[in-house]
């Protein structure tokens, strides 16, 4: 699936090695005692049932900028006027910052190109915000997504090519891999920290700041349905946005119900996420979900997936 990424997917790099220390660290992240932030990463994983095979992910990091800064592109705008000429000048400008340290984050969302269909991506979406409800003391009260900005069709980007590639002596590809496995302080060692003047960046740079990815639009338009803006941050690899909502506001978090089953024969009523289980317990599913009075009942399909029977706890939310 990595492979299948297309480039600049830094949260699932197609490097065995990178791959196997995000597996650890995740495992240690559900293995972690204490009810606290910290430098984790849980990541979920969309199973096919029938053969087990693992056909998406999704990531949830507890707080980022631990280990290093975590740096956006604040855009701004600054004024001058000329009482000679009589003109006001508005410039548009970048503002390298780290505003967003301390926030959780939600990323590393792919679904393999054959299985999208079916609500799955929003099944893989949603399931991480039902996860930081379960755990809610381990995340922030801010959340943000950093969505993958315009790569062309050689795999470059014209964002890094207007600007940062012009400091790096490196190309988009390279600079996308060297970050993914090794990280981004490289970025603080030779990114210019002055405020970039938008109108020196070339028309291709321009054009796709604060644009994502073609393929990411439907992940864009899922999280405005969560709740999640943007608030003028981009990414300083390829301009792409960063969405950003309070986490008791995000939808699949505010509207989430926890409930005891009363039964596993519902055959209408309303389509939603159901979960059960904290940390490695924990498994989320697409049920039907029927309340009878104060009685909350599940599909039997579902509740076979959940391994769970009338009695035991559940959180649901509707779809």
Not at 1 to 28: C, E, I, V
Not at 29 to 34: D, I, R, T, Y
Not at 195 to 209: C, K
Not at 287 to 305: K, Q, V, Y
Request: one cysteine or more; charged letters at 20%.
């Amino acid at each position: 699936m990595a492979k299948l990424t297309g480039g600049g997917f830094t949260n699932l790099p197609p490097d065995r090695d990178a791959l196997s220390a995000k597996l650890a660290r995740s495992a240690a992240a559900f293995g972690k005692q204490e009810e606290s932030t910290g430098d984790d990463v849980y990541l979920l994983m969309l199973e096919k049932v029938e053969t087990g095979q693992v056909i998406g992910t999704g990531q949830v990091f507890s707080t980022i900028g631990n280990r290093w800064p975590f740096y956006s592109y604040r855009t701004g705008v600054l004024s001058q006027s000329s009482q000679e000429l009589g003109r006001t000048f508005r410039a548009e400008m970048l503002n390298l910052t780290t505003d967003y340290e301390g926030t959780t984050e939600v990323g590393g969302l792919f679904l393999h190109p054959r299985e999208r269909a079916g609500g799955l991506g929003l099944l893989l979406a949603r399931s991480r915000y039902l996860f930081i409800r379960q755990h809610r003391q381990r995340f922030a009260d801010r959340v943000i997504a950093e969505l993958r900005g315009v790569i062309d069709e050689a795999g470059g980007s014209p964002f890094w090519d207007g600007l940062a590639g012009k400091f790096f002596g490196m190309s988009f590809q390279e600079a996308d891999q060297f970050n993914a496995v090794h990280g981004n302080q490289f970025i603080a060692d030779l990114m210019p920290k002055h405020p970039i003047y938008t109108a020196m960046l070339p028309d291709t740079a321009r054009a796709v700041m604060g644009m994502p990815h073609p393929t990411g639009r439907a992940a864009m338009r899922m999280l405005e349905s969560e709740g999640f803006h943007h608030e003028g941050y981009i990414d300083i690899f390829d301009g792409g946005p960063t969405m950003a909502a309070a986490t008791d506001s995000i939808r699949s978090v505010r509207d989430a119900k926890t409930a005891t089953l009363a039964a596993t024969d519902a055959k209408g009523g309303q389509h939603g996420l159901v979960a059960k289980g904290r940390l490695t317990d924990f498994v989320c599913v697409n049920a039907t979900i029927e309340h009878r009075g104060a009685d909350t009942a599940i599909d039997a399909a579902s509740a076979a997936l959940l391994g769970i029977s009338p009695g035991h706890e559940i959180t649901y939310v509707a779809r």
